[in-house]
């Protein structure tokens, strides 16, 4: 058989492409090298504005919901910001994505689990020969090809896809304090930056347990679990009570980085997608795949010839929105400390970030004030301006 689409990887990128895909009609094959359910280095954060994505409720896999932040510098002079519609789900990724790739089975995806991929062939001619898929178990012929294989994918690099980057990295495990989830933690969640330039820090309250971790663009592997250790003792808790403590790669893409070279399309971390200024990556991962099935769609379907158009609807849509997360990474990270706090505990913009992590409005209506400001600090900080600015924050984090 020749599926209409081969997906690599069945993280929230992959199944989402693929259910939306065989939505649309078309065949749909799924391959994972994991079988499910299997876990993923991840906070198990997803904001409502990545939950309103999907055309299904989320409750059998959310295990606590917040309406509040806890903003802090150096977990010190903390601010609780709360608001009275729901801001973020916590979840643990094993349920989530098993979750996800169970609705894609559903609607009609077949999926292969266990199965790692070994060889990709492209034909010349991608109109009339099929893509050959070659794995440890079987072969496959595709018309199209989607990379949803993560941050360490290697689908992109089969496909001649160059996938230049900007690597952050994240580190997070568990911890179970006596008598479960401390009362502060019941309805709120807690976000540090005074302590890393570059990165933050994260208190995550799941049903029973706390997650915690740290994160960011411009840190080593050394420097977080420095960063970590500052954390539990803020809490007065002991490195030694961390359970599962894992890290992994947050790709940030490259500006003009390509997300499609002839019938192969990238989406979520396998396309650099992740959000640089809060770390959130689902959301552009089911953002992405269902972009793409849309393109897939069109083109498969003969209303296209190509499938340029997922690029250009990307680069107007997530990219943008990037490339102001980027922006507002590099100016929170620069400001002095007592200024980024300002801004963090700003009550005349909370509700807009609310509106932001319900998905109701977009980084871009962040930029209020004076026009002259931002068009000077649009300049300063473009995102060429990243390696530079990447450069001073590595030398303050030594
Ligand atoms: C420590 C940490 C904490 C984070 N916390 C959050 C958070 O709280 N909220 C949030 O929104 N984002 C968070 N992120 C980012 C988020 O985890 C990713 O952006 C998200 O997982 C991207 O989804 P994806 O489907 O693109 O890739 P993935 O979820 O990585 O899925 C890729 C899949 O591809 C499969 N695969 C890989 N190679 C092959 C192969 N050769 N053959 C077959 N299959 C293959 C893998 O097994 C995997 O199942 C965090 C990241 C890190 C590192």
């Known amino acids: 058989m020749q599926y209409d689409v081969i997906i690599v990887g069945a993280g929230p990128a992959g199944s989402t492409t693929g259910r939306e895909c065989v939505v649309r009609?078309?065949?749909?094959?799924?391959?994972?090298?994991?079988?499910?359910?299997?876990?993923?280095?991840c906070g198990g954060a997803v904001s409502l504005r990545a939950a309103v994505l999907l055309p299904f409720d989320l409750t059998p896999v959310i295990e606590r919901t917040t309406h509040a932040i806890r903003f802090s510098t150096s977990?010190?002079?903390?601010?609780?910001?709360?608001?009275?519609?729901?801001?973020?789900?916590?979840?643990q990724r094993r349920t989530l994505d098993h979750f996800l790739l169970e609705e894609a089975k559903k609607n009609g995806v077949t999926v292969?689990?266990?199965?790692?991929?070994?060889?990709?062939?492209?034909?010349?001619?991608?109109?009339?020969?099929?893509?050959?898929?070659?794995?440890?178990r079987e072969t496959f012929r595709g018309k199209t090809v989607v990379a949803a294989d993560g941050a360490a994918g290697i689908t992109a690099r089969m496909a001649g896809i160059p996938t230049p980057r900007w690597r952050g990295l994240a580190l997070e495990g568990n911890i179970q304090p006596k008598g479960g989830v401390p009362k502060l933690w019941k309805n709120c969640f807690g976000l540090d930056?005074?302590?890393i330039p570059g990165g933050y820090s994260w208190i995550f309250p799941k049903r029973d347990h706390l997650n915690i971790g740290v994160g960011g663009l411009s840190l080593g592997k050394n420097s977080l679990k420095n960063k970590l250790e500052i954390l539990m003792r803020a809490q007065g808790w002991h490195i030694a009570d961390i359970e599962g403590l894992k890290s992994f790669s947050l790709p940030l893409r490259k500006p003009d980085a390509p997300l499609v070279k002839g019938n192969t399309l990238l989406v979520g971390d396998?396309?650099?997608?992740?959000?640089?200024?809060?770390?959130?990556?689902?959301?552009?991962?089911?953002?992405?795949?269902?972009?793409?099935?849309?393109?897939?769609?069109?083109?498969?379907?003969?209303?296209?010839?190509?499938?340029?158009?997922?690029?250009?609807?990307?680069?107007?849509?997530?990219?943008?929105?990037?490339?102001?997360?980027?922006?507002?990474?590099?100016?929170?990270?620069?400001?002095?400390?007592?200024?980024?706090?300002?801004?963090?505990?700003?009550?005349?913009r909370w509700p807009l970030?609310?509106?932001?992590?319900?998905?109701?409005?977009?980084?871009?209506?962040?930029?209020?004030?004076?026009?002259?400001?931002?068009?000077l600090l649009d300049y300063m900080l473009r995102p060429a301006a990243f390696p530079f600015v990447s450069k001073i924050l590595r030398r303050l984090n030594r």
């Open 75 to 91: 977990w010190k002079s903390r601010l609780t910001q709360s608001a009275k519609d729901p801001l973020i789900h916590f979840t």
């Open 270 to 348: 396998a396309a650099g997608l992740v959000d640089p200024y809060s770390g959130e990556g689902i959301h552009n991962a089911i953002r992405s795949g269902q972009m793409a099935a849309k393109h897939l769609s069109h083109y498969l379907s003969g209303g296209r010839s190509d499938l340029k158009g997922y690029q250009q609807e990307m680069a107007q849509t997530v990219l943008r929105d990037m490339d102001v997360s980027l922006q507002l990474f590099m100016l929170i990270h620069l400001l002095p400390l007592r200024l980024a706090e300002r801004l963090h505990h700003d009550q005349a």
């Open 25 to 41: 009609g078309l065949s749909v094959l799924l391959i994972d090298k994991a079988i499910f359910p299997r876990d993923k280095p």
């Open 112 to 136: 292969r689990e266990g199965t790692q991929i070994k060889e990709i062939n492209f034909p010349q001619n991608r109109k009339k020969n099929p893509v050959i898929v070659r794995t440890d």
């Open 193 to 195: 930056t005074g302590d």
């Open 353 to 375: 970030i609310c509106r932001i992590l319900r998905g109701e409005a977009q980084y871009q209506d962040l930029k209020q004030g004076p026009a002259f400001l931002w068009t």
